[in-house]
């Protein structure tokens, strides 16, 4: 595992989700309550970024089928979707957001 710079901390406002690339993994960086989360970017139900979903509370909304993932676990919250995503350690260190994820 390697911590990777995704983002500036001011290109995150509170309640907002942004996807980034690292080593080829799509990633979703969550900002919630001033805590940063990050997951995997892509729905276990059927493609579709969960960057362009809608968060409520704390959980995103696939903008595709409309499942719900829980963001600080990953775990899958509503039909149609049934398999967890993965999640990743983030951190936030001199401005900058910082995302743990496994080598390839």
């Not at 907002?16 to 805590?35: F, H, Q, R, S, T």
């Not at 999640?87 to 994820?101: A, M, Q, R």
Request: net charge negative.
């Amino acid at each position: 595992m390697a911590w990777h710079s995704v983002a500036k901390s001011a290109d995150l406002d509170d309640d907002e989700v942004i996807g980034v690339e690292v080593d080829g993994k799509e990633i979703a960086v969550y900002k919630l309550g001033g805590v940063y989360y990050a997951t995997h970017n892509i729905c276990t139900h059927e493609y579709a970024c969960l960057s362009d979903g809608y968060i409520e509370g704390d959980r995103i909304e696939c903008p595709l089928h409309q499942g719900y993932f829980h963001i600080p676990t990953g775990k899958a919250q509503g039909a149609p979707v049934t398999e967890d995503i993965p999640t990743y350690p983030v951190k936030e260190e001199d401005g900058e957001i910082l995302v743990d994820v496994p080598d390839k």
